[in-house]
């Protein structure tokens, strides 16, 4: 995979035929008629600062693509795909459109290949730049130190955000406290906060509510791209934007303290026979239930989510259904998405579920339990009749959403699930490791090994102490 940026992006598309825009004189270069009136400017080509100058500028490189003979995605407009023969050899290239960014996978390398006459052609109709192999983009870090995999992490932008953000009270935290991202009150805290949001005094001053959405904000950058270990506490975080307390502005702290002692790591994805599968799990509660999802793929998680359920649920039913849909709503779009990169799925999407109540409902007719979620969520049972989604039954305990929507408060329980989801045992090799007095994967390994070659009759006392002490700290 291979980065290209853009020069100027803006100022290299092109106007609608036809199009007309004006603009006002540039500060300092002012210019009047005679009667005094400041003249405009005609805009001849787009420049930044127009309204629609990211419309043209997609309106200019999308058809440049089509043209070269590149398929766009029906699932992702932003993707482009073109397979051909070239010296009895299928050559393929993907390319994935980032504003003025470009990543490019391409399976052959050379002037003659199908990668090569597309670089020709791109330099010879844009100003661009050749950036290399990627290894960053959009503050996202690409690691391909371990043969067979790469790890996309955000060490560099979670390290920014805590010396921007860290305070005297996240100093006290200390390791142990931050093992876990959130604590057992995190969800009465918000309900909390929820509640006393209409008080005539604010809870904390202007400047701490800036500082608290922009602390929030950063995290949640983390939380949708590589960490999707604080998905559920940045979802509860995110309810309270307008109305933080200082319970809350404690928590936030508490998350960014659990990211700095985990600045290193990320979603690592190695090859794996498995197809694409997805959990979806909720928690029910009357203020408002949590809903949460995740979809692995070679060994790591590919798309999760940890939200409020958008309809009241009154039972926990209810809440399953409602997450189940909205985790369906992904596999839709996911198994469309991997079969236009060229992975199709020999059979239909798996989404585990814990609750073979919501399979039980699909077919029954609406009663007045249900009939404030069945136009939103009725149409599970069009996908299973159709076999676009299957959903089997996983127990509760092996449900890995259970992850995103606060099922999960134990620490070995959640370092179990992380590990799994974010797939962090594979990065051993590399000797990546937590901050904080916490062992490293290495010293894991060693124990893990150790205590191994003791057969259940003959274990060794000290070391399945020392074991278990370091899977607890873990």
Not at 157 to 174: P, Y
Request: proline content about 5%.
């Amino acid at each position: 995979m291979r980065r290209w940026d853009f020069v100027a992006a803006y100022l290299q598309g092109d106007l609608e035929p036809g199009e007309e825009n004006y603009c006002s004189c540039p500060p300092g270069y002012e210019e009047t008629d005679d009667l005094g009136e400041a003249y405009v400017y005609r805009v001849n080509k787009p420049v930044y600062g127009m309204a629609q100058a990211g419309r043209r500028w997609q309106r200019s490189l999308f058809p440049f693509l089509i043209g070269l003979g590149y398929t766009q995605f029906g699932s992702d407009p932003c993707l482009f795909r073109k397979t051909d023969i070239i010296d009895g050899i299928e050559h393929t290239v993907l390319v994935g459109v980032y504003v003025d960014d470009l990543a490019i996978v391409y399976s052959h390398d050379g002037p003659t290949s199908l990668y090569g006459i597309f670089s020709t052609a791109l330099t010879q109709r844009w100003e661009v730049e050749d950036e290399g192999p990627i290894t960053d983009l959009l503050n996202i870090e690409f690691d391909t130190s371990v043969p067979g995999s790469i790890t996309i992490h955000q060490q560099s932008f979670i390290n920014g955000l805590v010396e921007l953000h860290g305070t005297k009270l996240s100093a006290r935290l200390s390791p142990e406290h931050t093992v876990l991202p959130f604590d057992g009150h995190l969800a009465q805290h918000v309900i909390d906060a929820v509640d006393a949001r209409d008080a005539e005094a604010p809870a904390v001053s202007a400047t701490e509510l800036r500082d608290y959405q922009s602390i929030v904000g950063a995290m949640l950058y983390c939380s949708t791209n590589t960490r999707p270990d604080i998905a559920y506490p940045i979802s509860m975080l995110c309810r309270c934007m307008s109305c933080p307390t200082y319970a809350i502005i404690g928590a936030a702290q508490h998350v960014l303290r659990y990211l700095e002692r985990t600045d290193r790591l990320g979603l690592t994805y190695s090859y794996s026979p498995d197809v694409m599968m997805g959990y979806a799990d909720a928690v029910h509660s009357d203020a408002s239930s949590t809903v949460g999802w995740n979809f692995q793929y070679s060994q790591a998680a590919v798309s999760w989510g940890s939200k409020k359920a958008k309809t009241i649920s009154r039972s926990s039913l209810d809440s399953s259904i409602m997450a189940t849909s909205e985790a369906a709503k992904e596999a839709v779009y996911l198994t469309s998405l991997i079969n236009e990169i060229g992975f199709p799925l020999d059979s239909p999407m798996k989404l585990y579920i814990s609750d073979t109540s919501v399979t039980e409902r699909f077919y029954e007719p609406p009663h007045e339990k249900s009939r404030h979620i069945e136009r939103r969520h009725g149409w599970l049972h069009e996908l299973a009749d159709s076999a676009r989604v299957e959903f089997p039954f996983i127990s509760a305990p092996a449900n890995m959403a259970a992850f995103f929507s606060g099922g999960i408060r134990r620490k070995q329980s959640f370092i179990y699930a992380r590990n799994r989801i974010m797939n962090i045992g594979s990065r051993i090799p590399s000797g990546y490791e937590e901050r904080g007095g916490v062992a490293t994967t290495l010293v894991l390994a060693y124990f893990l090994i150790s205590y191994r070659h003791y057969s259940p009759r003959r274990n060794c006392h000290a070391c399945t102490i020392s074991y278990r002490r370091l899977h607890t700290t873990m």
